[in-house]
């Protein structure tokens, strides 16, 4: 049985869910075209502020299906590569939705991010992590490489000595010393992962979304741009919003001292 994605709306947040609890959440196409969807829904819906990424049960996600891509590798026909890379394009649909989302995305992770499903959590803004939680790029282990995005946000967020290390070692990193690395933002007591990130999701809904997408824009963007080029885009963002209803909202409520009313 392929996992699903459900989807759950839990005050301001869309709750996305992977679920195959049986194979520790293990990724499916299926999945990832649900997840997909439910992010254009997500940037449609004006009531949806942010989007929350979690495993069902105990673990987050284990990556691929081994006996899927084993089927996948026996077939007679000649169909395998050309299947997988199907497959494979899916997976990376969602990495992208993930990305490209305006409204802020956290990962509640528990248990086992593995995998692809490593790579899924760091496609998200933000990731909150039990502190049992482990973390491992185990492409290494059976003799494969990354993809879902795991190597390229390693490689833009760790040194290459690092980011190499945990790609070709596959040992599980706890989420205190990703912490450490700045790759988790806030560290949880086992089972309260999500709790956290709705709280989060929360003071996020209470700030401009239109803001809040302009950062998260830039902030993607900035690896990639010369300091020009962004300072340029950083003065269109700022009028642009300056100029939004919210713009002027946040200015009176601050003049006022009221929390402000965004829209």
Not at 48 to 67: K, S
Request: glycine content about 8%; charged content about 20%; overall charge neutral.
């Amino acid at each position: 049985m392929p996992s699903a994605l459900t989807t759950e709306h839990r005050g301001p947040a869309l709750v996305l869910t992977l679920s195959a609890p049986a194979t520790r959440n293990t990724l499916s196409p299926q999945a990832c075209a649900a997840g997909v969807e439910a992010l254009a829904t997500a940037e449609a819906d004006a009531a949806i502020r942010c989007v929350v990424l979690r495993g069902d049960g105990a673990h987050f996600c284990a990556g691929g299906d081994l006996n899927r891509l084993r089927a996948t590798r026996t077939r007679d026909d000649g169909s395998g590569p050309d299947a997988q890379r199907a497959s494979i394009d899916q997976f990376h649909a969602f990495v992208e939705a993930l990305r490209a989302c305006p409204k802020p995305v956290i990962a509640a992770v528990e248990g086992f991010a593995a995998g692809g499903g490593f790579s899924l959590a760091l496609a998200c803004d933000l990731i909150v992590a039990a502190d049992d939680a482990r973390f491992v790029m185990s492409y290494g282990r059976i003799g494969l490489s990354p993809d879902g995005g795991g190597s390229w946000h390693l490689a833009q967020r760790l040194p290459r000595a690092l980011a190499l290390q945990l790609i070709w070692l596959p040992e599980p990193v706890g989420a205190a010393q990703l912490q450490q690395w700045g790759l988790v933002n806030a560290v949880t007591p086992p089972g309260e992962a999500l709790a956290t990130a709705l709280q989060w999701a929360e003071r996020l809904a209470r700030m401009a979304p239109n803001a809040l997408a302009s950062a998260k824009e830039l902030v993607d963007a900035a690896a990639t741009q010369p300091l020009r080029t962004h300072l340029a885009a950083e003065r269109e963002h700022f009028v642009a919003n300056l100029f939004d209803p919210n713009g002027l909202e946040g200015l009176q409520a601050f003049l006022d001292k009221r929390p402000p009313r965004f829209r």
